[in-house]
């Protein structure tokens, strides 16, 4: 049965940096999308970054372009979002989503995505 966890959340103060995981079981990665969203309380929650796993393609919502990087591990299943300096704005509950098909057309929207983690709370604070 698949199952995605996530996990690496906490509290960080601006500026600073977190690394979050999420462990795949019942799929490989390969020829799968792979996104990260987070949401606010009374917020939509909105895509943070995907990544094609048949060619490596990935992006990243404006808000976190150039801090934040989105990676993956075959070997140990797992996907990962390195998250640097991190702004208040960043706070959120994060979620690992996975799309079986290769190619999704709206890898940044929620909708869409098959299966999806527990999340896990990121705050940043001072």
């Known amino acids: 049965q698949l199952q995605l966890v996530e996990s690496g959340g906490g509290l960080a103060q601006p500026g600073g940096s977190l690394r979050l995981s999420c462990e795949v079981t019942?799929?490989?990665?390969?020829?799968?999308?792979f996104g990260w969203f987070r949401q606010a309380p009374g917020k939509e929650r909105e895509g943070v970054s995907y990544?094609?796993?048949?060619?490596?393609?990935?992006d990243y919502a404006d808000a976190v372009k150039g801090r934040f990087t989105i990676s993956k591990d075959n070997t140990k299943n797992m996907v990962f979002l390195q998250m640097n300096d991190l702004k208040s704005e960043d706070t959120g509950t994060y979620y690992c989503?996975?799309?079986?098909?290769?190619?999704?057309?709206?890898?940044?929207?929620?909708?869409?995505?098959?299966?999806w983690g527990q999340g896990t709370q990121v705050t940043v604070s001072s």
């Open positions: 990544i094609k796993s048949n060619d490596g393609s990935t």
């Open positions: 019942g799929f490989s990665l390969n020829n799968k999308v």
């Open positions: 989503a996975l799309d079986r098909i290769p190619y999704n057309p709206t890898p940044f929207e929620a909708q869409g995505y098959e299966f």
